[in-house]
């Protein structure tokens, strides 16, 4: 009896514990792909990323940004690492463009083998830059480009 209520929570745990690690944030803009696409390459620099691939045919690019100042006790962890993966895709109906961004953290560990990267749930400040990139390009390109 004791056996089959251990495994019966056991499986209740592991099953509370499948919440996706990525986080993907869409939005709808009336401007054409191309001017998303630049938008979002435009304000890489604003929240503090660095581009790290770019395909221009595809309109997609990948970002990351390097956290040096967080501490683990596993004398293996290097640093946290925040990818944004970004894509103007155009899109059918009201809207021209779909501007999604999937942000991912990622901890570099230092192995035998060299440089490994484990993905966690994504940072709060991940989540945050994903969120800058929606605001600043996912509407009307030309409002977010005008300074106040």
Do not use: H, W
Not at 24 to 53: E, G, M, W, Y
Not at 107 to 122: F, H, I, L, N, S
């Amino acid at each position: 009896m004791r056996y089959s209520a251990c495994l019966v929570a056991i499986c209740v745990l592991a099953g509370c514990n499948n919440a996706p690690l990525a986080t993907t944030l869409t939005a709808s803009s009336p401007a054409p792909a191309p001017d998303v696409f630049q938008c979002a390459r435009n304000q890489l620099k604003a929240i503090k990323f660095d581009q790290s691939s770019i395909d221009l045919n595809g309109q997609r690019l990948n970002a990351r940004r390097l956290d040096e100042t967080q501490r683990r006790p596993d004398v293996q962890f290097r640093r946290i690492v925040d990818r944004l993966e970004i894509e103007a895709v155009p899109a059918s109906g009201g809207a021209v463009t779909t501007l999604k961004v999937t942000a991912r953290t990622f901890a570099e560990y230092t192995t035998q083998r060299g440089p490994t990267e484990v993905e966690e749930r994504t940072s709060e400040a991940a989540r945050r830059a994903a969120q800058a990139m929606i605001d600043r390009c996912g509407g009307d390109v030309a409002r977010a480009g005008e300074s106040t």
